[in-house]
Every structure is written in C-alpha cells, then in structure tokens.
C-alpha cells in the first residue's frame, strides 16, 4: 500500500515538472506538498515496523509472565506454604534458577508441583527443583515429567531428597556404559517400584537391572515387566532338600 502511494506521488511530481514557466512559483510549492507527503508515509511506515520490533520482546515477556504465573498457580494447589509470602518467594527463586539452569521459569514450576503433589514440602522444592532441572537436561527429558518420575522414586525407594541426585549420578553412568537411554531406565525402574524395595533392592540396583535388559533390547515397560515377574518368583520359591547319597 504504501509502495503505491509513493508510486502516485513521483507520477504527480513529474506533471508538475511539465508545468509552464510562468507557474514555476506554484510549481515549487506543489512539488514541495507531495514530496512532504511522501516523506510522512514513509516516516509512518519505519515508525510502524520499529513500534512491531520494540512491542514484540515486550509481549513475549508478558506471555511468559502469564504461563510462569499459571505454572505457580499449580505450585499453590498442592504446597502449603508456612508463610504468606512463601509462594512469592520460591518464584524468585526459580526465577533466579533460570540464571544458571537450561530452563524457563515455567518449566521449573512445573518440576516444583510435581514435588508437591507427593508430599514434598515447601523448604525441600527448591533443592529438588535444581537437582531435577539436572537430571531433565542430562536425560533429555520433559521438565514436568522427570519432576513426577524422580518425586515418585524417591517416594517409592525412601530416598531422602536430599540424596535424590545420587540416584540420578547413577542412571547417569548407567546410560554411558550401556545401550540403554537415561530416560528408559528411569521409565523401567519406576515400573519395578515397590515390588524392588520389598525384595530389599535399592533404587540404583533396580536401575542396573533395568538398564541390562533394555541393553539386549527389551522396551522399558517390558523390562521392568520382567524384573518384576522374576522378583516375585524369587520371593515365592521354596528350597527342596538336597537328596543324599
């Protein structure tokens, strides 16, 4: 639209160059409107496209403010904070987390109220959101759903949470030295859960478990099918007495 105008403006410009000599006063003022009123659609349009470039950063701002907002109202739902001012204040320092951690603030909430929907209190959020946060880069894993998985494997295992990132070190080394994911293991390991800790394994030995059969090429769910099924027959066999002679 405004290439048109411009285009308008010259075509008018040269008729009046072609006006007579005597109308050369006219002649100047006229061509002196339309140039001026050239330079204003022009002007018009730069401010239009630097207002765009200066609005945009500042409307992605205010998005992400807006979900990081909604992300804690979930965070609210299922932490009691001891003080009125305690939901304020794990948002700065989640916020202050992003500084130093591959993640936005909202995926880092998301982490806190996977904690708090098992039972994490509101001092321990932030040690685990960071260890967790960890643990999702390095797997490559949804932030929200290595929040729900290591919250339920520190439930299931009795791991305090302070000691969570050891079994995340472990699953680690796991993945280096085997064919299986990081990711996999974790998925396998949260299957074999309870029926694991009551055989008196740990966490990291079910995750060895888990991590040599998805290494021969069994699915995740598969293998801790399997190490459940191979457990409970464990618990369940009786020693015959050896004949003699």
Request: aromatic content about 4%; hydrophobic content about 45%; overall charge neutral.
């Amino acid at each position: 639209m405004a290439g048109g105008k411009n285009l308008n403006v010259s075509v008018i410009v040269g008729l009046v160059d072609r006006l007579p000599k005597p109308l050369a006063g006219l002649q100047r003022n006229l061509k002196g409107t339309f140039n001026a009123t050239a330079n204003m659609t022009f002007v018009g349009d730069a401010l239009g496209r630097t207002g765009q470039a200066m609005t945009r950063p500042l409307i992605g701002a205010a998005q992400a403010a807006m979900t990081f907002e909604s992300a804690m109202a979930e965070v609210r739902k299922v932490v009691d904070f001891p003080t009125p001012d305690g939901a304020g204040q794990l948002a700065d320092t989640l916020e202050r987390m992003t500084r130093t951690l591959p993640l936005t603030a909202e995926q880092l909430a998301e982490i806190a109220a996977a904690g708090g929907q098992l039972g994490l209190d509101a001092g321990a959020l932030p040690a685990y959101v960071e260890t967790v946060a960890k643990a999702a880069t390095a797997f490559d894993m949804l932030p929200g759903a290595a929040g729900e998985a290591f919250a339920k494997l520190a439930n299931v295992y009795a791991i305090p949470i302070g000691q969570i990132g050891g079994l995340g070190d472990a699953i680690n080394q796991l993945s280096n030295n085997t064919a299986a994911k990081a990711s996999e293991i974790v998925q396998a390991t949260m299957r074999v859960g309870g029926q694991g800790r009551q055989f008196g394994l740990s966490a990291e030995q079910v995750a060895a478990l888990s991590a040599t059969l998805i290494g021969l090429g069994k699915a995740p769910e598969v293998a801790g099918t399997g190490i459940n099924a191979l457990l409970t027959k464990l618990q369940t066999a009786t020693c015959s007495p050896r004949p003699r002679g």
